[in-house]
């Protein structure tokens, strides 16, 4: 478990209760972090106080994230589009096209990637 501080949630309840959050961005930015610093009443503890800012606080059990790796590529399909930077999906024979070495699919000669089977063509 994690601690995390939930910001939008806090950002709404301060614009929902004051009139002047549309006045300069640095104004409402300073008044938001002097609001979330105010001292108020601790709901867990009657009679104790604590800052604002810890009302916002929650505990998140976060998934491990995947790691990305340059030298892999999984292809997802959005390759396609990315002509610039995995080579032209176009797969016309030709003095401009070679063969990938693992599955044998058609790919542009600036292809470093397989859009099939994602195979490293470097």
């Not at 300069?24 to 867990?44: C, H, N, Y």
């Not at 096209?97 to 292809?111: P, Q, T």
Request: net charge negative; proline share 7%.
């Amino acid at each position: 478990m994690m601690k995390i501080f939930n910001g939008k949630t806090a950002a709404e309840d301060y614009m929902s209760n004051h009139t002047l959050t549309f006045s300069t961005p640095e104004l409402t930015l300073m008044r938001f972090a002097f609001w979330l610093g105010d001292m108020v009443p601790d709901p867990k503890n009657p009679g104790q106080q604590m800052p604002r800012i810890m009302a916002f606080v929650e505990e998140k059990d976060f998934a491990p994230v995947d790691i990305v790796d340059d030298d892999t590529f999984v292809p997802t399909g959005a390759v396609k589009s990315i002509s610039s930077l995995y080579g032209n999906i176009s797969t016309e024979t030709g003095p401009g096209s070679k063969f990938c070495s693992e599955c044998g699919a058609k790919l542009s000669a600036g292809a470093k990637f397989c859009t099939e089977c994602g195979a490293d063509q470097s």
